[in-house]
T-cell receptor, first 112, second 109 residues
Framework: ETGVTQSPTHLIKTRGQQVTLRCSSQ?????VSWYQQALGQGPQFIFQ???????GRGNFPPRFSGLQFPNYSSELNVNALELDDSALYLC???????????FGQGTRLTVV | DQQVKQNSPSLSVQEGRISILNCDYT??????FLWYKKYPAEGPTFLIS?????DKNEDGRFTVFLNKSAKHLSLHIVPSQPGDSAVYFC????????FGTGTRLQVFP
């Protein structure tokens, strides 16, 4: 059984650029959720994808978007990067009833 | 507003003693709670959970207590070990996980 893997592990981008983060879900899981963890904070829910459809979204602007593929892997895209987007981005996979999620190691994004 | 609160940013405990991590929540509709542990450079790892139909759940050295009237839960680790040193997050599950800000536990010899 493979765990949740995220790529890349670290990334530095310039303000205004666009970024794509990737996540492979755990074997057998059909749901992927994305979280943003700023320094000193707990993870904040961005959105969730279930069977390739977005089925929940947190309080993040539309420049945060995502995709889920038929193999249940997922991408998080962020357009027009801002300095405050600097954070650890966590991907979690799960399956209904979604009460327990398994996290990847995260992607550390730095916007300069 | 913070719906799940961990008011102690850090806790230091001697090896072998009990560690008690606390968590408060504001929404009485929350009915499922989880604790996650996070080491540096790793993602959060599920530790233990509790449903609101229970007031206690045990798993080895870890016990979670839920006081619904006080909207409070706590995680007890007995005995504490140096390998338990990590950041602990309390979370409530609704249609998503709502995390607290975490408590950094340090277990010293």
């Amino acid at each position: 059984e493979t765990g949740v893997t995220q790529s890349p592990t670290h990334l530095i981008k310039t303000r205004g650029q666009q970024v794509t983060l990737r996540c492979s879900s755990q074997s057998g899981h059909n749901t992927v959720s994305w979280y943003q963890q700023a320094l000193g904070q707990g993870p904040q829910f961005i959105f969730q994808y279930y069977r390739e459809e977005e089925n929940g979204r947190g309080n993040f602007p539309p420049r945060f978007s995502g995709l889920q593929f038929p193999n249940y892997s997922s991408e998080l895209n962020v357009n027009a990067l801002e300095l405050d987007d600097s954070a650890l981005y966590l991907c979690a996979s799960s399956q209904p009833p979604w009460t327990e999620a398994f996290f990847g190691q995260g992607t550390r994004l730095t916007v300069v | 507003d913070q719906q799940v609160k961990q008011n102690s940013p850090s806790l230091s405990v001697q090896e072998g003693r009990i560690s008690i991590l606390n968590c408060d929540y504001t929404n009485s509709m929350f009915d499922y709670f989880l604790w996650y542990k996070k080491y540096p450079a790793e993602g959060p790892t599920f530790l233990i959970s509790i449903s609101s139909i229970k007031d206690k759940n045990e798993d080895g050295r870890f016990t979670v207590f839920l006081n619904k009237s006080a909207k409070h839960l706590s995680l007890h680790i007995v005995p504490s070990q140096p390998g338990d040193s990590a950041v602990y997050f309390c979370a409530a599950y609704t249609d998503k996980l709502i995390f607290g800000t975490g408590t950094r536990l340090q277990v010293f010899p």
